[in-house]
């Protein structure tokens, strides 16, 4: 495994119980009936927890979108064409996507890495190039990409943690492009979740049930051929994974690595995600939820973590707009912390 | 019944079909699978459809809370004393409660109105003086409220809708404040429902098994006493009621009669919702959900609305904070309306 990926795995440490503690004391305190913010409760006090002795304001938001394309494409697992991969990065450029509408609206920077689209942007200035490959090989036929290009793609995402750690930032949101990718997803969380193909996959972007079938004897195939190994995620993400997941798992454990929250979107991100807890399950501590991708698959990733996810809205598009929509909700928690009054400030009565 | 509620009745008109199904075609043209944005891609609709004509931004969010005291909270039903209601006021002044927090940060204004608090404000310039009893009168012995008070608290959430339209107000939310009102809530979710007092009754602020006991016991006196009649909210309002309960029943009509949005908060603004769609069903085309509360009978609410809640973080606090949550979910949905670019000017190829 290359060093900087042993060196992060080491890096990463369970949040403070005595600091979740600390917090969820003086959320006791103010003037509401302890608890009654549910969710909200929990969100402020491992945020707080997580960003003890730095800034716990959410004035850095930064949100990663990681786009590649996938040989598997060729096996008419999708609703779209691969070109719309380049076309959407083009978007995402000229601020058109939802992504971009929801990063404004969160007061979020956007960072669009193209770490394995199958086009030539000639080092267009506003993308970050890490390009590994022209798109994934197809897993159903050839193994996704080599051992040390799965490697590279976790890499690629630590080293945007820590750039990002440097620039301090507060929080990072994960997001992706890439068509075909819900297939690659689908396939890693029957392995890493040990269900069926069936049971973990769905309609993606929008196919009928012609193409829903292929899609899943296609992941069948590429699972009976290659056998992933489903105690090795680096195996598995060389074996049926994507760029721009090993990206996500890289982002997630360079966040966790450098203590800062990170907020996983959809169903790709998921998978990004599970492959990051089955590297070190103490980056969950540094996991927030977003929202319940209609695809169906997506439980185990919330199993795993042992999370619910914040949002339920029926939402399966990706790009990372789950993620900025619960940002709010994070951000909403920590100055429920640190602006309201306790009992004793206020001079309201406690509980009988 | 006044005339200012029959007139308000007459006005409320449902929300156009034709202008939803416009708003909805705009919606397929945006850089996304169709429905990909699922319930985000309803509220655009939705809001779009309502304000028609009028700015499609939420400029100007007002949240209407309603303070009131439940003279039904000596039968010991709740875990707080009734002093805090007036308390909870003075801290909503001064900006302590967790409404004030979420408020700002949604970028809301707040209008504290005490409708019938058991305290004298004083003429406080920064409260809404529009109170008509100190308390409602204990409802497991007397009926909480005269009929004529029952539509003076109608009228005067009516009232405040109609100046909220005359501010140029984009979107309402409610909220409300009263030691024992989950009791009354109960009771009306109860009657209006059609289910057991058992199956609609939960711990409100946080009461154990044998509160829990009396409190359902209390609820089953009252309605035993008074058989408030199903079909008629104001005998319901007037026999089990709050003064807040009617408030928030008359901002939803009058929201909707002048075509504003309003956000419904948790189990007691739902309280005061089944009741304007018992008055009008069609004023719920003009209601947004927000959460759903712990309070177990608050689906009789969104079963009679026909829309699910948009957030599930087990809250149970009230005031208004559920409803500034979902304000940025119709604002991000509205933002995406409005912002995105279309699959024609971005170039993006469609479906295969």
Not at 146 to 160: D, K, N, V
Not at 274 to 292: C, E, Q, V, W
């Amino acid at each position: 495994m290359q060093e900087v990926i042993s060196k992060t795995l080491e890096q990463i440490q369970p949040v403070s119980t005595d600091l979740l503690e600390k917090a969820q004391s003086h959320l006791d305190m103010l003037t509401k009936p302890q608890g009654s913010l549910g969710q909200l409760e929990e969100l402020a006090k491992r945020y707080i927890a997580i960003r003890n002795g730095k800034t716990s304001k959410l004035e850095k938001i930064s949100t990663v979108v990681f786009a590649a394309d996938h040989g598997v494409t060729e096996e008419g697992v999708s609703a779209y064409p691969s070109e719309v991969t380049p076309q959407m990065v083009m978007n995402f450029i000229s601020k058109g996507a939802a992504v971009n509408v929801l990063a404004k609206h969160a007061n979020a920077d956007v960072t669009i890495v193209d770490i394995g689209v199958n086009f030539d942007f000639q080092n267009h200035p506003d993308l970050l190039h890490k390009k590994i490959n022209l798109g994934t090989k197809n897993f159903s036929k050839e193994p996704s990409m080599t051992r040390s290009q799965a490697e590279l793609s976790i890499t690629t995402g630590i080293e945007i943690a820590n750039h990002s750690a440097s620039q301090g930032v507060d929080i990072l949101t994960t997001g992706e492009m890439g068509i075909g990718n819900t297939t690659s997803s689908s396939a890693i969380y029957s392995i890493v979740g040990k269900m069926t193909v069936e049971e973990v996959t769905g309609r993606g972007t929008g196919i009928d049930d012609l193409a829903l079938d292929k899609k899943i004897s296609t992941i069948e195939k590429g699972l009976e051929l290659h056998q992933p190994d489903p105690e090795d995620p680096i195996d598995i993400l060389t074996k049926v994974g994507g760029f721009e997941i090993g990206g996500i798992t890289g982002l997630i454990l360079g966040a966790a690595a450098n203590k800062i929250p990170i907020v996983v979107d959809g169903f790709i991100s998921g998978a990004g995600a599970i492959l990051a807890l089955k590297m070190n399950p103490s980056a969950g501590d540094y996991i927030f939820t977003s929202h319940r991708s209609t695809e169906k698959g997506h439980q185990v990733f919330f199993d795993m973590l042992g999370h619910p996810p914040l949002l339920d809205l029926n939402m399966r598009l990706g790009e990372g707009t789950g993620a900025l929509l619960a940002v709010n909700l994070i951000e909403s928690a920590v100055k429920i912390y640190n602006e309201m009054a306790t009992f004793k400030s206020a001079g309201v009565s406690t509980k009988n």
